[in-house]
T-cell receptor, first 109, second 114 residues
Framework: QKEVEQDPGPLSVPEGAIVSLNCTYS??????FMWYRQYSRKGPELLMY????GNKEDGRFTAQVDKSSKYISLFIRDSQPSDSATYLC?????????FGPGTRLSVLP | DTGVSQNPRHKITKRGQNVTFRCDPI?????LYWYRQTLGQGPEFLTY????????KSRLLSDRFSAERPKGSFSTLEIQRTEQGDSAMYLC????????????FGNGTRLTVT
């Protein structure tokens, strides 16, 4: 079992839709949680970084962490074609960052 | 802050050749990481430095791989006697010493071994 799991998709939604991306992790020692966005042939770009259970909002993006169920979500409101990318969730334990395989998202105009 | 810079962006080499990649981290970041990413997968940890000290290496890092960060600034990753299975994107990331600092990635070096 991988330490961080994601549904690889692809996920296709129409422009303006609310997108929900989900991730689970298996190690209770993970303390910090991140979402990265990766465009084709580019490096991952940090979107959200959170420590505690609950919600963190930044513009159209909301990250949600539930440590009791080891579940991480990213919500994108009013999705745009420019949001089409692969979304990676990651968890951190000390200096060890572990990434999920990513979910490929397409937002159709 | 110019971000993490990696060179070259793309390297094509023949099996058995040696290749070297360079990473320049964000200037005030003390920690530097190397990851490998293959198609459809997330980045996999290879090694990390704090200043010039290499503090951790993954079992993925075979003896053909070596990384250095001689003055605690830029880093190089060398692969000797490349194999077709080494074809991947090699990503460099850096972070500050602040306990909760996240990783900031460069755009990677794409290696193709023919």
């Amino acid at each position: 079992q991988k330490e961080v799991e994601q549904d690889p998709g692809p996920l296709s939604v129409p422009e303006g839709a609310i997108v929900s991306l989900n991730c689970t992790y298996s190690n209770s020692a993970f303390q910090y949680f991140m979402w990265y966005r990766q465009y084709s042939r580019k490096g991952p770009e940090l979107l959200m970084y959170t420590y505690s259970s609950g919600n963190k909002e930044d513009g159209r993006f909301t990250a949600q962490v539930d440590k009791s169920s080891k579940y991480i979500s990213l919500f994108i409101r009013d999705s745009q074609p420019s949001d089409s990318a692969t979304y990676l969730c990651a968890s951190r334990r000390g200096q060890n960052f572990v990434f999920g395989p990513g979910t490929r998202l397409s937002v159709l105009p | 802050d110019t971000g993490v810079s990696q060179n070259p962006r793309h390297k094509i080499t023949k099996r058995g050749q040696n290749v070297t990649f360079r990473c320049d981290p964000i200037s005030e970041h003390n920690r530097l990481y190397w990851y490998r990413q293959t198609l459809g997968q997330g980045p996999e940890f290879l090694t990390y430095f704090q200043n010039e000290a290499q503090l951790e290496k993954s079992r993925l890092l075979s003896d053909r791989f070596s990384a250095e960060r001689p003055k605690g600034s830029f880093s190089t990753l060398e692969i000797q006697r490349t194999e077709q299975g080494d074809s991947a994107m090699y990503l460099c990331a850096s972070s500050s010493l602040q306990g909760s600092s996240p990783l900031h990635f460069g755009n990677g070096t794409r290696l193709t071994v023919t």
